[in-house]
């Protein structure tokens, strides 16, 4: 399910020659068929499938939900199917809403103001169900009950063996609890350093902020709209914890330690530090060397005005910290842009 395209990422960013297989999680007897084959390989599972536009959550939720969900589940079954009780889950900030505490400590009521944000904490519940009694049955609350059964009712229906299961893992009396860490991320961005490897999304109507700045830098989109802050900041703007995008996957190297604990752990994965969009817009002219024009415009459904992590469990428990600045965050991306400017499309 994981691989990279190009022989020269092969050889420059993996190192070694990683499988893939293109699948879609809602597509059950698919992803059934890649654990079949690979069952007795696998340690564990890093999730990071998922729909991810706040904004366009807000417009379809029922496709975020379908996908998030329906997904999520599925490849929770084909898991407990196989006996891979080991999982490391992308959650968000967004679960957290808008908060009252700031720097955001992980026991901050959640909250969510967007669909997005729902979608991942309805999977973090059901992670927890699997994390302290090894199943998901008909303690499930009604809430997700009724939503995962009215989503998988939409799907094309499963062949008879494959029949999505009411409960998961309820039949085995004493099913393996499972190893759960839930990482909850800010505001990722930046590229690998070495220019090979970053996101260039296809729809920048929904958009985060990086891919857009830098389609303004290089003369492709003629001005950034700045979303104002619902409330009071320093200059108007929101301010997020941006992480760089290598920060965050040694954050999950780090988690892999918390593999065959049989507990379930949650961690803020960003920097502990905000900045603003104004803030990020100066440190990208300066790094790209380039003007970017921006208009101040309403602010955007389902955007909080702060959001920083609070990062001392994560520095406690897993000796993690983050190590880039906006500086490197932008650097590192400006470099990707340059080396492909159409994305993987090259
Ligand atoms: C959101 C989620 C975050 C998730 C990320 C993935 C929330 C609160 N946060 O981040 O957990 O990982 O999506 O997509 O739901 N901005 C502009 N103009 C633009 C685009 C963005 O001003 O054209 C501003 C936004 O208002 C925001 C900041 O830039 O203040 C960052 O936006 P974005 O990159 O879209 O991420 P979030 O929405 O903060």
Sequence with gaps: ?????????????????????????????SLNKIFEQHAREILGVLHFAGL????????????????NVVGSWNLFH???????????????????????????????VLKPISPYGETKIVIEKLLHM?????????VIPPDIRDLVGTLSALLPAPTADLAYPATLGANNENPSL???????????????????????PKDTKNSNLMPVLAKVAMGELPSLTVFKSVLNTKDGTPIRDYIHVVDLAKGHVAALGKFSTQEVHTFNLGMGKGCSVLEVIEAFREASKRDVPFAVGATR???PPI???????IADELSWSAQSDMKDICTDFWRWVEESPVGYCS
């Excluded at 084909?78 to 968000?92: G, K, L, V």
């Excluded at 967004?94 to 955001?104: D, L, Q, T």
């Excluded at 699997?130 to 008909?138: D, E, R």
């Design 1 to 29: 399910m994981l691989a990279f395209g190009t022989a020269s990422l092969d050889a420059e960013v993996v190192k070694e020659k990683l499988l893939f297989y293109e699948t879609d999680l809602t597509d059950l007897p």
């Design 52 to 67: 991810k536009s706040v904004s366009r959550s807000v417009s379809h939720p029922l496709e975020f939900f379908h996908s």
């Design 78 to 108: 084909c898991m407990a199917a196989h006996n891979i009780t080991n999982i490391i889950f992308s959650s968000s900030a967004s679960v957290y809403g808008s908060p009252e505490r700031v720097p955001i400590p992980e026991t901050e």
């Design 130 to 138: 699997l994390g302290t009694t090894g199943k998901i049955t008909s």
């Design 178 to 200: 499972w190893s759960v860490v839930i990482l909850r991320y800010f505001n990722p961005c930046g590229a690998h350093p070495s220019g090979l490897l970053g996101e260039c």
């Design 301 to 303: 459904a389902g955007d």
């Design 307 to 313: 959001l920083i992590a609070n990062v001392q469990k």
